[in-house]
């Protein structure tokens, strides 16, 4: 039996939020603590709909509970908590408010039962986030905060579009399992791929991401996007679309990885490329690559959380985390240094990690099946992976050169969640069955067998061995201070230019024009002047305004004897 | 100054042997793999993975595209640090 609080699981998150700024600084995070686990006992909730408000004569399904929404609402109310103990040091209300009501609107995002109440919480999550965003406090996150907040309203504004033609079309608004075709899917399949980052709709990812505080990167590497995971599994499951779609995700964001130079923005290409893994599996749609995409969210959340906090523990001493800046830092942080490897194993889905355990779902699932290209783009995005994630983060992290700096006491909270993290990565890596057994679909085998082992195991060795080669030979690119382009460009940069030039040429032509109605004007008035002043003949002409008066009748009368004509 | 010299060195000999300890372990892998992959049956989820040590190979090739695709990109697609700072103004981070 659930506690019946009648309010929608996330919500008293989110009211637990609001009296933040309230308390003492040293009771907030107690407080964000007891918040989730009061959230956290609607997770005993058995399957249905429990929370119904009527609304302009709509049942609005606040509170549905079935086997999707479970992984989803164990796994956000678990990266919840270790958000909180990541950030236990974290002085601003601002930012604390912000993460947990996040949090809390992810949550009652994943038990909307119908799109309206879906929208809502959509809609809530684009604007908490912003202000985690622009809790960073620097000029540069202001602007990505507004970017991010108008492409995360544009998405909430698609779903609720979408929403309302598919009411008109089919009567109902029912958050289910749908079929590309009408406008109306089409609205709502889009504005879960601006939040997913499809391909060129995933610029404000690594936009905004790296220039939210170092706590805030890591609430915001949570939910959003896995949010999106969970609306295409429940939304479009199946759709074959998404199989291209997600093998597009999961190769091109790992060339990008590759020579980026800001380690958070490499863990953002990261995480895109992981997303590609997730709604590759969404698209194949089967129990089995279902199970695939939940258990990958599920894993991603844990071990991208930990490589997040890693870097981030970094950046709390070194003030940076530009790869070319660091370096050596093994000897001054052996635990982060263990915790980043073991995230950094997970996320290459070494055998005894997190990621292997749900990433094999997703490989089995795909075999067999005629997306044979799909398949082999995957296992080269897994080479990919080590490189950037498995190879780069830590290697230019903690070795490469030699460190000059001196760091100091790393907070406790820091060292508590990410050994939390990593120790789940390694707990579900060695005992996956714990992972698959709250898995929404039937049930999974071990993937501890010969040939995934050795064959997943192959891949990665002889990738190691590639990277070991290119060092050796010097052919392995050094880390250069850059910015690399990415589809953000299209509205930061070509968009203001096109509009720019646009404006270049018409504003010319305005002007022309409205020099020639100016002067034009100022003839008229200064013969009308001139008239008024020098009489022909009869009465004194009473003024200018007058006289043009009369030209403009003497026109009327002319354009409407001429239409009569 | 001359201990800070003694420091580095010894700091760069100490990633050398990290660097050396890696390769043996990786090596090392590979060589198990192969003997495995020899007496082993595998199985790929297609027909074309149950090549003798396709996935490695793969594995192999597919990281050396990756490095060098992303070094020739750079050419295409890297610009200076401050490339959207300097025109929208955010140089001036506090």
Redesign the interface.
Known sequence: MIPDFGLPPGLLMIIGAGLIPFLPANLRHIWMLLAIACSATTLTAPYGDHVIWNVMGMELSLFHVDNLTFPFSLIFHIAAVLTVIYSWHVKSWAEQTAVLSYAGAAIAAVHAGDLISLFIWWEATAITSVFIILAADTVSARHAAMRYLIIQVSSGVLLIGGAALYFHEYGRITFEAMTLGSMATWFIFIAFGIKAAFPFLNGWLQDAYPEASITGTVALSAFTTKLAIYALARGFPGTELLIWIGAVMTAFPVFFAVIENDLRRVLSFSLNNQLGFMVVAIGIGTPLALNGAVAHAFVHIIYKSLLFMSVGTVMFHTKTAKASELGGLYKQMPFTMICCIIGAMSISAFPLFSGFVAKSLTMSALGGTEFILAYFILLFASAGVLEHSGIKIPFFTFFAHPSECVIGKTPNGMLIAMGIAAVMCIGIGIFPQLLYQILPYAKVKNPYDLSHVTGQLQLLLLAGLAFVVLMRTGLYPPEIRSTVLNSDWFYRRLAPAIISSVLAIIMPIVKAVDDLIISVAKTVMRGAKWVSEHPVSGPVIPGPAALVQVIVLVVIVAAIYANLG | MKNDDIN?KV??MT?ER??RA??FV??I??FI?LV??IF???????AL?DMF???????????????????L??RL?????????K????????
């Open positions: 580095k700091e760069i990633l990290f660097g890696f390769t990786v090596v892998g590979i793999l495995i992959e082993a049956q595998r199985h790929g989820e297609f993975e040590f396709f996935p490695g190979i793969f594995g192999f090739v597919a990281f050396i595209f990756v490095v060098m695709a992303g070094t990109l750079r697609i890297m610009r200076d640090e401050d490339y959207y700072s025109r929208e103004g955010a140089n001036d981070d506090t």
